[in-house]
């Protein structure tokens, strides 16, 4: 059955945790973009070849996988606060080791890193149903906008230091280490928001679809997304023989487009069944990617992949509440579902892209986001969430 479009189009009031969670899922979204900013001078660095290198993105992963697998009861045994102080402490850590120059030990400390993001990603779905029970779509959305906005920030730090002949470290790390360790602070100083209204809770889905569909589609949409924030600026540096430094700004014009996409489209969520809001923005999506692969003008190529961005901005929110939804009074089972679906989709999409673009133009091999996207489209056509 299709759900009802929420009449609710506000939060306020956000509380104090809302806010951390909040600024949680911004670290975490700088991590994971900033491991892709910072392989190409840690490749240098270490020396080594690019398959070497290409190992720190599939390690970070696993350790997400791995999370994904055992999020669920790691939460409920230890609870959503005393979890998220873990993840901090790993992200601190394995900040730590990764600014030490040895493979070893950056190694682990992408492991530890990825570790880290991935508790706080279960963590946070979660914690945002309890506080927001039908809200959830919304407030899902906003957190995904931090962590968009976030995203932009690594390859303009990273640029930065290493233009002014200073180590990518105090672009990458340091800012996860200084935020990690206020984050922390806070956390351990300040008590959840449990003096909240109860808040109406998500409306139950039943069945194995009511998790299954929403599941596949988050695995579809992220590696739409992914597939694109690792190998949009190469398709551009092949196809119009700009400058690396001005095929970066296509990048951040996707991960732009999601950033605001995601702050603008409460709006669409609110006023939409999750199944015409989903549809819709895969519309966007497609146009945007259709007009990024055609065109022959770098601009507007570039216009296309910030479409593209608009279009898969709520995709995943709407998702990932659909799962929760199937879940209730569990939201740890939930937040465990999304964690394994962002592992596997960072995991496998970049790669898969990678294999095609061996065999193929890396311009022709970016078809498979379409695929990607028409693929879930059927999908929920043929079990609507």
Sequence with gaps: ????????????????????????????????????????????????????????????????????????????????TRLLIVSLALLIAGAALFWLPSRPATLVGALVLGLGTACMLQVVPGRLSQLYGTRTDIAMSEANSAASFSAIAPALLVGAVLGLGITWRFGFLAPILAAGLVLLISTLRHQPDDDRPAPAPLAATHGTGA?????????????????????????????????????????????????????FGRGVISRLTPYAAAMSAIAVALAGF?????????????????????????????????????????????????VLAIGTSTGLSPLLLGVLAGQMELHLATLIVPVYLVTLAVLLTLRRI
């Design 290 to 338: 259709i007009t990024f692969f055609a065109s022959p003008v770098y601009p507007v190529a570039v216009l296309g992949l910030f479409v593209n961005g608009l279009g898969l901005s709520i995709v995943y929110p709407i998702l990932a509440t659909r799962i929760l939804a199937a879940f209730p009074g569990n939201t740890e089972r939930g937040s465990q579902l999304t």
């Design 1 to 80: 059955m299709t759900s009802a479009p929420s009449t609710q189009t506000s939060l306020a009031p956000r509380g104090a945790e809302t806010w951390r969670l909040y600024a949680v899922m911004g670290i975490g979204s700088f991590v994971v973009n900033g491991l892709g900013a910072v392989l190409l001078p840690l490749q240098t660095d270490l020396g080594v070849d690019y398959a070497s290198v290409a190992l720190y993105p599939t390690v970070y992963s696993l350790s997400t996988i791995a999370v994904g697998l055992v999020g669920a009861p790691l939460a409920r045994r230890l609870g959503h």
């Design 211 to 263: 998790w299954l569909v929403p599941f596949v589609g988050a695995i579809l949409v992220v590696s739409s997304e992914f597939a694109l924030v690792f190998w949009s600026a190469s398709v551009t540096s092949e196809r119009f023989a700009v400058d690396d430094s001005v095929a970066v700004i296509t990048m951040g014009a996707l991960i732009s487009g999601i950033a605001i996409g995601r702050l």
